[in-house]
């Protein structure tokens, strides 16, 4: 089967606008001529892609599968005649990276930074995500690569393990007196805040601090870091974080108690093993290693990675928990 660039600009334009007069007129055809070429593209696949009534326009359930996979194909077609054209001196194209708000906004400020002056050919985009989020657009190839936990991933990914950060709490001194071990007892008699269920942070806590979890069903639900942080500095309860989100410039003045006993999350670059990066994605990544010492993060934060380490073979769909413990070496969001 024969499916050209053609067709999949087509359709992707005709599921954006839902209506054929304005995507004719994005691509600059007739609108005749748009329906007839996506009525002979559903011939071609054997299925229809959309759901037609005379007031509506919808994706019918194989329109909704191929959707997200027209629109790779069509950017990693526009990526690679972009790197062609790209001046010979330097890279050029797009790189999109999935990350959380902790390692975006400790981490990557200063890495960006040297990297857009190094390459300024390049555009970058950054989708802030949890972790489960991340390793699903990972896995789905809508990101060059993801920062986060590992969770629940279905296809095969090459990973390097950037660091590793307690869990805790986080409240500003002022408001309530934190104990010097933040035990289930102890925990039990502070108002936490809740943590959204899909987060890493979460993830882990129910498999190694059930009694946290119904501690903190109690309390505000947050999902967003800036959110939390606030809540906490306001007084409005207790956050459970990582140490990387107790890295947070918001964070500087609140403390930190790591939990006992401990639990720890491990955070990675990872990309789909079967999808190398490209030149661009290439040089963020390493620069990314490069950096991490270098960032302002908590102390209780351990860097693990190095400059040029080396990437191991992972997948989570057979572990109970979202890190690598499993990984082989291989020669080859939580907004937390």
Not at 211 to 219: C, H, L, P, Q, T
């Amino acid at each position: 089967m024969n499916i050209s660039q053609r067709q999949l600009r087509m359709f992707t334009a005709v599921a954006q606008e839902m209506n054929f007069s304005r995507a004719s007129a994005t691509l600059n055809i007739s609108q005749p001529a748009l329906t007839r070429a996506i009525r002979e593209f559903e011939a071609q696949l054997g299925v229809l892609l959309f759901q037609r009534t005379t007031r509506r326009l919808t994706l019918s359930e194989e329109g909704r599968r191929l959707l997200p996979v027209a629109q790779r194909l069509i950017d990693d077609m526009r990526q690679a005649v972009a790197e062609l054209r790209a001046p010979a001196a330097g890279l050029g194209g797009t790189v999109t990276i999935a990350t959380g708000t902790a390692f975006g906004c400790t981490v990557l400020p200063r890495v960006l930074l040297e990297y857009t002056r190094r390459h300024p050919q390049v555009r970058v985009v950054l989708r802030d995500d949890n972790s489960e989020g991340i390793t699903a657009r990972v896995a789905r190839a809508e990101v060059d690569f993801g920062i986060g936990s590992i969770i629940r991933a279905d296809v095969v990914l090459t990973a390097v393990k950037l660091l590793d950060a307690p869990l805790g709490i986080l409240a500003h001194p002022g408001h309530f007196a934190l104990p010097r071990r933040a035990s289930p007892p102890c925990l039990a008699r502070l108002p936490l805040l809740k943590e959204a269920d899909d987060t890493s942070i979460m993830q882990l806590l129910r498999q190694h601090g059930a009694g946290i979890v119904a501690a903190m069903e109690r309390g505000v639900e947050v999902s967003n870091l800036a959110t939390q942080l606030a809540l906490a500095a306001a007084g409005v309860g207790v956050a459970v974080l990582s140490a990387l989100g107790a890295s947070h410039a918001d964070a500087r003045h609140l403390a930190f108690v790591p939990l006992a006993p401990a639990i720890r999350r491990e955070v990675f670059l990872m990309h789909r093993f079967d999808r190398p990066l490209r030149p661009a994605a290439r040089a963020l990544w390493d620069l990314i290693l490069t950096e991490l010492p270098r960032a302002p993060l908590h102390e209780r934060v351990t860097v693990a990675a190095q400059p040029n380490a080396e990437p191991q073979s992972v997948t989570s769909t057979s572990r109970s928990t979202p890190a690598a413990k499993q990984a082989a070496p291989r020669s080859s969001g939580n907004r937390r």
